[in-house]
């Protein structure tokens, strides 16, 4: 049993550790596209961007968990893990643009779906890569 | 006393449903298919919250490389479609039509449908994939404590 100021150090550590993963983690923007064309997905980009500078606070935000293998870039998991991404993301925000044409002859409908541009804070750990929403 | 017990029983049983189990904000469910038709739209009060569901539907293309890839195609294309019922439900749908008519003869007659809107906080409830088809089911609750926080 320690006295309050004996824990003192490990609390002061524990903060500096918190602090420092804080700053460890990085900032990148990402953006999504989704156009189906006659309800078929037929064109999908997803950007990712490093931030050059800190963007947005975390607080209250929603975090998303994935797994991550040793040397894989954001890209690559989120290239693996899009659907989870994406459920996550769209939650926050999703522009839907749609547009049908019906006539006699012929039916065609276009939907687009747009994750806006926005900033994320990613931190990587050994084998999982945390991403939160920022504001 | 077995009357008397089983009399007991009939008027436990509902008190606790109604206090129990329900929640102190309303909730008005309404499941739009798009077909039934008997659900009258609801109007959003202060105090309430409207539950809009629908299902969208997305086909796999004819040629992929796996059928991971088929179901994760389909699985996107049922989410646009979701959204946009959502959105046609929320935000509603502007509908253009246009006749043409020559020598007092309709020729052609082509109507256009568009839909554009900013959705939150839309979740995905339940997913089905069978003979090619994905079927997204989705839910977005509506209230003033979300619009005005």
């Known amino acids: ?135 | 006393m077995r009357i008397s017990a089983l009399l007991a029983l009939f008027l436990t049983i509902p008190a606790l449903h109604a206090g129990i189990f329900s929640s102190n904000e309303p909730t008005v469910k309404c499941v739009y298919s798009g077909t039934d038709g008997h659900c009258v739209e609801p109007i959003l009060k202060s105090g309430h919250e409207i539950v809009v569901t629908v299902v969208g539907q997305g086909v796999a293309p004819s040629v992929t490389a796996s059928p991971a890839q088929a179901y994760a195609l389909a699985k996107r294309a049922a989410m646009v479609d979701g959204y946009r019922l959502i959105a046609e439900r929320v935000k509603g749908v502007e509908v253009e039509g246009q006749d043409t008519i020559k020598n007092m003869m309709l020729t052609q007659s082509t109507t256009r449908t568009s839909v554009e809107a900013l959705v939150r906080g839309a979740n995905i409830i339940n997913t089905t994939f069978k003979e090619g088809l994905c079927e997204v089911e989705m839910e977005i609750s509506l209230s003033y404590s979300r619009v005005l926080p």
């Open chain 1, 1 to 135: 049993m320690r006295s309050r100021n004996g824990n003192f150090p490990f609390l002061f550590s524990g903060f500096t550790l918190i602090f420092a993963l804080a700053i460890k983690a990085d900032d990148y923007y990402i953006g999504y596209r989704l156009t189906a064309k006659n309800a078929q997905a037929i064109h999908e980009t997803l950007s990712v961007s490093k931030a050059m500078q800190p963007c947005g606070s975390l607080e209250h935000s929603a975090i998303l968990v994935l797994n991550h293998a040793p040397d894989e870039t954001l890209e690559s998991v989120l290239k693996r893990e899009e659907t989870a991404f994406l459920e996550f993301a769209s939650y926050q925000e999703l522009h839907v643009k749609s547009n049908d044409r019906i006539s006699a002859s012929n039916t065609q409908s276009l939907n687009s779906l747009t994750l806006p541009t926005k900033c994320y804070a990613v931190e990587f750990n050994n084998e999982s890569v945390t991403i939160t929403a920022t504001k």
